[in-house]
Each structure stands twice: as C-alpha cells, then as structure tokens.
C-alpha cells in the first residue's frame, strides 16, 4: 500500500481481556517495528522484525505481549490479559533500509477500563 | 545505552518568530540523527536526518546540524506558521544501522496568530 495501515484506530477493552492489533507496512518494507506511545512520554521500543531473521523482542514489557509477523509482511501485535497500564498508542513503523529513517502508521489508541 | 534528552513543552510562539528545540544524545561511534514531526491526529512523518558529523538536514523550512563535539542536534527554523503546531521528536539510530531508533520524549510546539 501507500503507507502503513494500523488497525483498528481505537480499542477500548475491559481489564483483563486479550487484544490484537494489526499492522500492514508498506510493501517491499523488509523491515517493520512496533513502538509504544505513553501519554507524556516517548517512543518505547517493542519488537523489531527484520527479513526472515530471528525477531528483536528486547522491548517487549512482560510475557503478557507477543508479535508475529506472517509472510514477511502483516503483523500483529497480541497482549494478554490487559492491565490499564497498558493504555497507550501502539504505533508500527516500517523501513526499507537500516538507519534511514521509517515511515510510522497511524497508530492504535488502546485504552484499557 | 543509547539516550536522547529534548527539552520540555509546550513551546508557545507567535507566528514568524524564530524556533530552537534542544536535543542532545548520548551514544557511542557516530550514530545518524533525525527530527520526526507528529501533527494531531496523525502519525510520525520523518522530518529531517543526518548521517554523519557537521551535516545539516533540513526540510520545509526547518534545519538541525549533527554537532559531535557537543552531541547535539537541535532543530531551527527562521519563521514559524501556525501550521507548524505538533509535536517534534529527535531520535538516534546506532552506528552502523542498528535494529532500532532510540527516541526522545517529544516537543510540543504551538503556534499562535
């Protein structure tokens, strides 16, 4: 596509529940990242997926997060048994090349009640 | 590890005046620079970047020179319009390319008539 598509836009879940959120980067993009958006605070490295390689899950804040990425393109974002702590904006990001900058999606508004 | 300091907002300016927003870094070898602008409602847009030390990047008006001596990269521009209103980030991508970018918290600028 033109650029990277997130999906949805907003989530409200309940305390507990299990979420998805997909992204679809731009295609031919071998790269693509999933970041976090905290109300105040800056962008926190999740996972990066690179090609066919063994994914950087260094980011990721508990066992309760886990990312896939299918085919080399779509991924999708799962955290489980949702804490209100983990209302933020979830954003994906992909890139062509290492070091020259990503095209960022729209972002994931999640918030947890 | 690899860390970005911006300073803090909101920045508030009258139309036309000249914008400085501080960014320093604390990295190792010679990590590339960029500045990303975030406008309301929407994603992160690369702004500008720079690969190397003494380089000035620069786009729609907006200028950062990578200065090694005092790790810094702060973002200029001569004349603001009101919309320039968003949220301006610095991020750092390792030497070498590097899995990830390392970003600052985030400028909110407003601009007013």
């Known amino acids: 596509g033109a650029g990277v598509s997130q999906s949805p836009s907003n989530k409200v879940t309940e305390k507990g529940k299990d979420v998805e959120l997909r992204c679809d980067p731009i295609?031919?993009?071998?790269?693509l990242y999933w970041y976090r958006q905290s109300l105040g605070q800056g962008l926190e490295f999740l996972i990066y997926?690179?090609?066919?390689?063994?994914?950087?899950k260094s980011g990721l804040p508990s066992d309760r997060f886990s990312a896939e990425r299918t085919g080399g393109s779509v991924s999708t974002l799962t955290i489980q048994r949702t804490q209100q702590e983990d209302s933020a904006v979830y954003l994906c990001?992909?890139?062509?090349?290492?070091?020259?900058?990503?095209?960022f999606g729209s972002g994931t508004r999640l918030t947890v009640v | 590890g690899d860390s970005v300091t911006q300073m803090e907002g909101p920045v508030t300016l009258s139309e036309e005046a000249f914008l400085t927003i501080n960014c320093t870094y604390t990295a190792t070898g010679y990590p590339s620079l960029f500045w990303y602008v975030q406008y309301p409602g929407e994603g992160l847009q690369l702004l500008l970047k720079?690969?190397?030390?003494?380089d000035k990047g620069s786009n729609k008006g907006f200028e950062a020179t990578y200065r090694k001596e005092t790790t810094s990269f702060h973002l200029e521009k001569g004349s603001v319009q009101v919309s320039d209103s968003a949220v301006y980030f610095c991020a750092l991508s390792p030497t070498g390319g590097g899995n990830k970018l390392t970003f600052g918290t985030g400028t909110q600028l407003k601009v007013e008539l």
């Open positions: 295609s031919g993009h071998t790269a």
């Open positions: 720079a690969t190397k030390a003494d």
């Open positions: 997926f690179q090609g066919n390689s063994a994914p950087d």
């Open positions: 990001a992909s890139s062509s090349q290492r070091g020259r900058g990503y095209t």
